[in-house]
């Protein structure tokens, strides 16, 4: 059987006509190379954007299954139109829907998850050759049928595609050509990684990497899916994401994050009772809000200040949950503090080499950064600052901890 | 149970986001009546040529199976907007395409045929009050569960769901308030008809009065559905369109219709043997030319000339094939002739009362106007004569015949 390669096409690759038809010859040099192929396509860009104004002018919060079948049409037809611009060079192309194959996802309309995927039926008709043109970020639900979607980005159903048919390839083309250890435009010296473990580019994904959603990453660590990360403008190898291998923690840190989209809460006097800390969140985790560091200072009179970190645009929400509970459960004040960023420094490499936490404390105290909140996980090193100390501490945590692939001392 | 009612609304009754508040304005007052609704709705005012274009763009004859997952987002929006409109109101809603209730149709992509149609989900939905919503102009192909389109104007869908859901009513919102016995810009004194018979119907339809598509009207005579033709944007009573009632004859002339895009072609000196006729129109047919009226005059030595009607964008590819079929049967010259319109009186009291053709022929030549082509069935009378006397032949026709319901003489 010829090799089966799983593709994926952004908004900005199929932003036009033209743009479809330069997605169209890729493809078709690729099944002429003797491959099947089956393309996952994103909305035109900017269609996504049009359609949720659209179901936004009745009202401000529009009835999500509605919603997304709206939506899920600015998908529907750029498969179909790519489809077109195959058929039109002479490549054998059908384009298919999440109903079609039945991407079963469970009910969250706007950010549902993916169950199954029928993948017989890619199967029968790339038997016969050519390429099947798959729309991205849509499924429905089983129960019921409706149209659901699966949430911005959409490289979900790729990777689920590609753990589905058992492909011997995942390419994610986009705009960037690769993962590459901080972003060329605030650190010039910036590196393109070859290859990154999938624990690496889950924490990447995490921060603020818009090249792979978080998602799709648990998904191809899951199903192991190789996936190869490149650009859709260039021919060049790009990043491949990849499980772990022996020789990865060679490097000690694989790339630096920054996170500018958070804000701070913090709640003084908090009781020091067992139990309270989920009073606090579990109200704001039910209303869909998701917190991301949480720290505790225990005082000597018994009491404590929690102070934890949400996305910014839910911060006034968030705070007016936690003045609720505070009132209740008699803690002080709430407050809200959003100009700040979180930088976070991720490698393997993190594992075996002792130290890296303290290295990275001193490099900002030397730039006299001051450090508001610390989290550090196996692989990661996250810590809160400035907002405005954002890019200094990037560029000299990377110049010290990446620069050289080994810590400078 | 509570009545059921099935509304259409075409494309520019939701036009815009205003328009589409209208309409659920006014579906929400049906509903608060006590009645079940079901609502089919056309693609946004030029939402449908955009789609056609952008699928038009790669090729000037996409692939049909494409270009309908193209076209058939457009009522996927605007029944989706329709809904979240009325949910927004505290309407209960809920949009339904193609597929999610089965509307079966044949292959033939861009104009296909339904079949069947699933209304036990629309029944389940409608159980608990509310409207449902559904998407016109698509259906899925049976066997490949493709999405296909059933060619311009859809309210195909409204007679269909009207007829398998056993609708109390069938309502076609439109921009006219009813069938008029002629168009109104060129007739000022036409009148609306209050009721219509299937049958005068149809030969109404069939001639470009555009209100109702002649499927549509077929489809009504088949399962008996009463199909009241309103504005969407007045109140009043449009016209109803109902089986052949006993008093429906008093009026001799029901309308007059007139059509322009039409052209005439004309073989000569064909022999005069068996099946030639298949020879000639077989080819024209296979390419899906509809060929309308057609006459013939056997000449003393044995040879006649051909005459016949073709839609007139589609006459030069018939003068072609006829061309072709002229050399290999030994006929004389193929010409076309395109400035002509085609007039016709429908009535049902044609059946009882004699003479209504020569009166015609009367009233036209007493206006100097020649006649090209006469074709007379139960109901109808048609003539072909220059384009230039169209307005004064249905101007004199209808004074004449319709305006005192008489034959004057």
């Known amino acids: 059987m010829r090799p089966l390669v799983v593709q994926k096409y952004g908004g900005t690759s199929v932003g ?61 037809v750029s498969a179909a139109l790519l489809s077109i611009a195959l058929e039109t060079r002479g490549t054998r192309a059908r384009s298919f829907l999440g109903h079609q194959i039945r991407i079963h996802t469970d009910d969250a309309h706007g950010r549902a998850r993916i169950r199954s995927i029928d993948a017989d039926r890619l199967a029968a008709f790339l038997a016969g050759g050519g390429a099947a043109i798959v729309a991205g970020f849509q499924g429905i639900n089983e129960d019921t049928q409706d149209i659901t979607t699966l949430g911005r980005g959409g490289s979900d159903t790729t990777v689920a595609i590609a753990a589905a048919t058992g492909a011997d390839a995942c390419e994610i083309y986009t705009d960037v050509d690769g993962v590459y250890t901080m972003d060329p435009r605030i650190v010039p010296d910036a590196r393109k990684l070859e290859r990154i473990s999938f624990d690496e580019m889950l924490e990447l994904s995490s921060l603020g990497a818009k090249v792979l959603q978080i998602r799709s990453v648990e998904l191809a660590k899951r ?31 694989s790339g630096v994050a920054f996170d500018r989209d958070q804000a701070k809460i913090t709640l003084t006097r908090v009781p020091d009772r067992p139990g309270l800390a989920a009073h606090i969140f579990s109200p704001i985790a039910e209303q869909g809000i998701v917190v991301d560091m949480i ?18 645009n839910e911060a006034d929400k968030a705070v007016e949950i936690v003045r609720g509970v505070a009132a209740k459960i008699g803690a002080g004040e709430a407050r809200t503090e959003g100009d700040i960023a ?7 490499g993190m594992r075996s080499h002792a130290g890296v936490a303290a290295k990275i404390f001193e490099i900002l105290g030397g ?7 610390i989290s550090t996980s196996e692989i990661k090193v996250s810590v809160v600052i400035d907002a405005k100390y954002a890019e200094l501490a990037v560029r000299v945590l990377h110049d010290r901890l990446v620069g050289t692939g080994k810590v400078d001392s």
């Open 295 to 312: 720290i505790q200072n225990v005082g000597a009179d018994g009491s404590t200040d929690m102070t934890f970190t949400v996305p910014r």
């Open 367 to 373: 730039e006299g950064i001051n450090i508001h909140m």
């Open 16 to 76: 036009s006509v033209e743009r479809i038809q330069e997605v169209a010859r890729r493809i078709e040099s690729t099944v002429q190379a003797g491959n099947r192929v089956i393309a996952v396509v994103s909305a035109m860009a900017g269609e996504t954007n049009r359609l949720l104004e659209l179901a936004g002018a009745f009202c401000k919060d529009p009835v999500a299954r509605e919603s997304d079948v709206v939506v899920s049409s600015g998908e529907q």
């Open 342 to 348: 979180k930088i976070s420094v991720v490698g393997l």
């Open 223 to 253: 199903y192991d899916v190789r996936v190869h990360v490149r650009s859709s403008f260039k021919e060049e190898t790009g990043t491949w994401v990849v499980p772990e291998e022996s020789n990865m923690e060679d490097g000690l840190v």
